[in-house]
C-alpha cells in the first residue's frame, strides 16, 4: 500500500485488547471497535468473546468487560496509538498520563491497548510493544486464546497457551452471559 507520500506501506497484523468498567460496558467496547472500523487505514479481521473480570492493579467495585480485537493496518505504530487514544478521548476516556499525572488506575469507559503489532518489539518510550505486562494478565490472555493460542510471544518466546498455563495467580475471568 501506498500513502499519500508515496510511502510503501505494508499491512500490520495488531491485537488490541479493549475493557471497560463504566456504564454500558459492552455498548462502549462495540463503539470502540466501530470507531475503530471506521479509522482509515484500519480494518477489523475479527473480535474475541466478551470476559468479565474483577479489577486488577485498582481499586473499584466495577468489573471489567474485555474483549481482543484483531485489526490490519498500515499505520504504524505511533499512528495506531494516536488513533486509539482519539477514540478513548471520544468514548469519555479520562485518566491518560496528561489528566492523571500520578498514573493512578481509575474506571473507565473504554481502554484500548495495544498488544501485538506483528511480531515487532518496540520500545519507545510513550509505546511498549508487545504490551509488558499482557503476559501477566488472565482477562488479556483469555480472549488471546480463543483468536491465537498457538502466537508466540516475541520477546518471551512462548505461546499464548503457555504463558496462561504459567500464570501463577490468575484472576478469574468470565465469559459474559455465561454463569460462574
Wanted: charged share 25%.
Amino acid at each position: 500500500m501506498v500513502d499519500r507520500h508515496g510511502i510503501i506501506r505494508s499491512m500490520a497484523i495488531v491485537y488490541l485488547s479493549l475493557g471497560s468498567n463504566l456504564g454500558d460496558r459492552i455498548g462502549y467496547i462495540q463503539q470502540a471497535t466501530s470507531l475503530l472500523g471506521q479509522t482509515g487505514d484500519i480494518s477489523i479481521v475479527r473480535t474475541s468473546a466478551f470476559y468479565e473480570t474483577k479489577p486488577v492493579e485498582m481499586e473499584s467495585e466495577n468489573w471489567f468487560v474485555n474483549a481482543i480485537v484483531e485489526i490490519k493496518t498500515s499505520l504504524l505504530p505511533h499512528e495506531l496509538l494516536e488513533q486509539t487514544q482519539r477514540i478513548e478521548r471520544q468514548l469519555g476516556r479520562i485518566g491518560r498520563s496528561k489528566e492523571n499525572p500520578d498514573k493512578v488506575c481509575k474506571d473507565r469507559t473504554i481502554d484500548i491497548d495495544v498488544i501485538f503489532y506483528n511480531k515487532d518489539i518496540i520500545n519507545e518510550g510513550d509505546i511498549i510493544i508487545p504490551h509488558q505486562k499482557m503476559h501477566l494478565r488472565a482477562f488479556t490472555l483469555v480472549p488471546l486464546l480463543e483468536l491465537i493460542p498457538d502466537f508466540i510471544h516475541p520477546v518471551y518466546q512462548k505461546s499464548i497457551i503457555t504463558l496462561h498455563e504459567e500464570l501463577e495467580n490468575p484472576e478469574m475471568v468470565l465469559l459474559y452471559g455465561g454463569e460462574g
